[in-house]
């Protein structure tokens, strides 16, 4: 069964550093998401993608983050200048449609910010 | 604003047994889906069961099925015949037409432990 492939699985920052997280969606899928998720609380929607641009963004995604497809594959997530309060689980994510789809998620990179 | 609820923080069933976990949710919507995941130890998200508003039947999947009480706003998770491997976090989770383009919002989730 296709799935959504993400690297690293854990990465290890200092703070102010930039970090970037990759993800490979499923290759029919159109829809790109990021959640996070903090120690121990609910995920949390980060941004969706479509088309080439970003459809919506949560208050979270402030001016540190930013999201690029850079080729046909691949889909990803950039922090400029990482803060402790940065440290969570990514997860990327893929739909088929916008709407009432099932969202795959990949398994998560584990962001640890020193 | 969409919201979701999950009044269990914690809940326990012994092997073999029915649980059903609960969610509730909120929204001026007519056209939602509802959802619900499994995140076991390991961080991964599974995604498990999807109900549509429009739906009349409740879904099924395997030993998951969605008990889908729209009046009363709810889509509890039935897992039947619990095994030790069910043990994890369970996110009940909406999307509605009213959101754009596929959002998810999540509850705080339910940790579910299976004993033998």
């Known amino acids: 069964e296709p799935e959504v492939t993400q690297t690293p699985s854990h990465q290890v920052t200092q703070m102010g550093q930039e970090v970037i997280l990759r993800c490979v969606p499923i290759?029919?899928?159109?829809?790109f998401y990021w959640y996070r998720q903090i120690l121990g609380q609910k995920v949390e929607f980060l941004v969706s993608?479509?088309?080439?641009?970003?459809?919506?963004k949560s208050e979270i995604f402030d001016d540190q983050f930013s999201v690029e497809r850079p080729d046909g594959s691949n889909f990803t997530l950039k922090i400029r200048s990482t803060k402790l309060e940065d440290s969570a689980m990514y997860f990327c994510?893929?739909?088929?449609?916008?709407?009432?789809?099932?969202?795959?998620f990949g398994n998560g990179t584990r962001l640890t910010v020193t | 604003a969409q919201k979701i609820t999950q009044t269990q923080p914690g809940m326990f069933v012994q092997e073999k047994e029915a649980v059903t976990l609960d969610c509730t949710y909120d929204?001026?919507?007519?056209?939602?889906?509802l959802f619900w995941y499994k995140q076991p130890s390991s961080g991964e998200m599974i995604f498990l069961i999807y109900?549509?508003?429009?739906?009349?039947q409740n879904a099924t999947e395997g030993r998951y099925s969605l008990n889908f009480q729209k009046a009363r706003k709810s889509a509890n998770l039935v897992i039947s015949a619990s095994q030790l491997g069910d043990s994890a976090m369970y996110f009940c989770a909406m999307s509605s037409r009213g959101s754009t383009l596929g959002r998810l919002y999540f509850g705080r989730g339910t940790q579910l432990t299976v004993w033998p």
């Open positions: 109900q549509g508003s429009y739906d009349e």
């Open positions: 994510a893929s739909s088929e449609t916008a709407y009432n789809s099932p969202l795959h």
């Open positions: 993608f479509y088309n080439n641009e970003i459809s919506e």
């Open positions: 929204t001026s919507d007519q056209s939602y889906g």
């Open positions: 290759s029919n899928h159109l829809y």
